[in-house]
């Protein structure tokens, strides 16, 4: 492994999306630099460009989780091992994942501590101590940390065993307050996810063998990958009173009764990054969404030997410009054939590519080409700035719109069972069909054919006729796909 591969076979390295999507995927993550393997099996490491990403779309949930009345805490890594076992549900579904810490200053510790696999435990234990009476209510905390669930089977951001997240935890006086929380918190999520990162999820609610341990309800958002594989991008889970129950989180109400709050909690993962690669991109590596690219543009000078004298100061000057139009811009001045570096930046999914040369400067014009429709153009340089918010944002548009395409191709109805069996086998995706509600059907339905049911839409009406299954009466229209 001494030897660095030769720069011309950069791009040919990436094996076709449509040969082998799964190792299309690893490569991509490897070549376009977003993270590697550690020493310690399923932990991985993100590296600074793929980190770059993480942050904008942080960024981008931070503002709204801000906007809608939360406030940022940080509660600790380690968490005693009783007070996980205080929520019965919550320790059965966490128990095989869990990672702990038995020694510390040299010496066996008294109680094992658990390395968080979320946080409801030692959230609700601070709650506790903090809510005397309704007016201490809601509290509405958001954490963003680092989590910890021991994993067999692990692919970079999809499922490693640390991955980075945020957590939302509230509570609240009434049932009706938490529920109203619990959706407002995935419709928040599903316009982020499609706002920044031109991804489409369904928002639906989830089955009972598919909810959070522990929680009353769980809601997610789900999306297609370009495999035909869902994704689920986040979830927000209604606990009722299950955790302050445990917890013993209580507040003197309105009529000077004493009662258990109300809790929500509900995340969204450092996987994200994981869908924006498989949802947008193509055979040439990853396409960036312009507003989560760490560079939006990369200007590339064209010319012969003394570029560095006759190109070089016009795209500085192009560079500083349109920096200080708040485009995210890199200028590749690197000794490279400009195809290199042409493939090279394709396959980090930069959204445009300015090119210039002797003979653009000449005419005060400068070819831009874009990423997601390979199109290329000549612009003037007077107003570049203007045209390229203008670029941008169309690429924005279209990513979206070709995901929604593609989502709409490979989303399916069936209405018997065999039908759903050959769709289900035929062509990948999510294939809609009416659920009677029966854990055990739910089970033969994945024994079958290895779908699951993702969630199944809010608000949806209740379907007149019977399960695609077993024939009891449906409940509702459930979505169903093979998942990541
Ligand atoms: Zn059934």
Redesign the pocket.
């Known amino acids: 492994m001494s030897k660095k591969p030769e720069k011309d076979t950069f791009v040919t390295e990436i094996t076709p999306r449509s040969e082998d999507f799964s190792k299309w995927y690893l490569d991509v993550v490897r070549r376009a630099e977003l993270a590697d393997y550690s020493p310690v099996k399923g932990f991985m490491v993100i590296r600074p460009y793929g980190y770059a990403i993480w942050e904008l779309i942080q960024q981008a949930l931070d503002r709204r989780i801000k906007a809608s009345g939360h406030v940022n805490a940080y509660f600790p890594l380690l968490i005693p091992e009783s007070l996980l076992h205080k929520e019965a549900e919550h320790v059965e579904g966490f128990a095989p994942q869990v990672a702990y810490v038995t020694h510390g200053g040299g010496e066996e510790l008294e109680e094992r501590l658990v390395v968080r696999p979320t946080s409801e435990a030692i959230i609700g234990t601070m709650y506790a101590k903090w809510v005397q009476s309704w007016r201490d209510l809601p509290i509405l905390i958001n954490q963003w940390a680092n989590i910890v669930r021991w994993e067999k089977v692990t692919r970079p951001f999809l499922r490693t065993t640390e991955f980075l997240w945020q957590e939302g935890h509230t509570a609240h006086e009434t049932d009706v307050e938490a529920e109203a929380e619990t959706l407002s918190i995935l419709h928040m999520y599903k316009e982020t996810v499609e706002t920044e990162m031109a991804v489409p999820v369904i928002e639906g609610i989830k089955s009972e063998s598919e909810k959070f341990a522990g929680a009353l309800r769980t809601y997610s958002i789900e999306a297609l990958m370009g495999d035909g594989r869902a994704l689920q991008a986040g979830t927000s889970h209604n606990l009722g009173q299950n955790f302050a129950k445990a917890f013993d989180i209580t507040f003197q109400a309105r009529d000077k009764s004493v009662q258990h709050v109300w809790g929500t909690s509900w995340g969204m993962t450092t996987r994200l990054i994981g869908a924006a690669i498989m949802v947008h991109g193509d055979d040439s590596g990853l396409v960036l969404p312009p507003r989560i690219a760490p560079f939006q543009v990369v200007i590339v000078p064209i010319g012969r030997d003394n570029w560095r004298e006759t190109v070089l100061p016009k795209a500085q000057e192009i560079q500083r410009a349109l920096q200080g139009a708040g485009i995210r811009v890199t200028l590749d001045e690197r000794e490279e054939r400009p195809g290199w570096k042409f493939a090279e930046w394709e396959l980090r999914g930069v959204p445009l590519r300015v090119e210039i040369g002797p003979k653009d400067i000449e005419k005060s014009a400068v070819l831009v080409a874009r990423r997601d429709t390979r199109e290329k153009q000549s612009l003037a340089m007077e107003n570049l700035d203007e045209q390229l918010h203008v670029l941008l944002d169309e690429i924005q548009k279209n990513l979206l719109h070709r995901a929604l395409a593609f989502r709409a191709e490979h989303t399916q109805h069936a209405s018997s069972y065999d039908e759903f069996r050959q769709t289900m086998e035929g062509r990948p995706g999510f294939v809609v069909a009416a659920?009677?509600g029966?854990a055990a059907?739910?089970a033969q339905i994945k024994t079958d054919t290895q779908a699951t049911i993702r969630n199944m839409p809010i608000g949806g009406s209740a379907p007149s006729g019977t399960?695609?299954?077993?024939?009891?009466p449906a409940i509702a229209e459930a979505w169903f796909a093979k998942s990541y």
């Open positions: 659920w009677c029966d059907c739910e399960c695609v299954h077993c024939d009891k």
